[in-house]
Nanobody
Framework: QVQLVESGGGLVQAGGSLRLSCVASGRTFSTSHMTWFRQAPGKERDFISA???????YYADSVKGRFAISRDNAKNTMYLQMSSLKPEDTAVYYC???????????????????WGQGTQVTVSS
């Protein structure tokens, strides 16, 4: 069983930055693909970014060039550096691990087995 804990959310003005962290329990972090999704009120949970166990990043078009995903295997931690934030980035941000399908399925929330509790990000205009 893997437990994931997100932190780093908060209230920020448009154009500002935040860095989210996701700490994972267990010994399998270094060999696990990891991901970030977000969910705004009344909307579906959307793919934001993922990073393979070897460090290859993937991004949704909506955040490409503004967000950067990284991982520190020694700390069992994944990060999401968010810059140039917009009000439409407001959502609860979730990290997940345990990809159950191939890499081509990583943008689907149903493909991920373990989820954190989420951290709220609010961007004011």
């Amino acid at each position: 069983q893997v437990q994931l804990v997100e932190s780093g959310g908060g209230l920020v003005q448009a154009g500002g930055s935040l860095r989210l962290s996701c700490v994972a329990s267990g010994r399998t972090f270094s060999t696990s693909h990891m991901t970030w999704f977000r969910q705004a009120p009344g909307k579906e949970r959307d793919f934001i970014s993922a990073i393979t166990w070897s460090g290859s990043p993937y991004y949704a078009d909506s955040v490409k060039g503004r967000f950067a995903i990284s991982r520190d295997n020694a700390k069992n931690t994944m990060y999401l550096q968010m810059s140039s934030l917009k009000p439409e980035d407001t959502a609860v941000y979730y990290c997940a691990s345990g990809l159950m399908g191939t890499i081509t399925t990583l943008t689907s929330p149903a493909s991920w087995r373990y989820w954190g509790q989420g951290t709220q990000v609010t961007v004011s205009s």
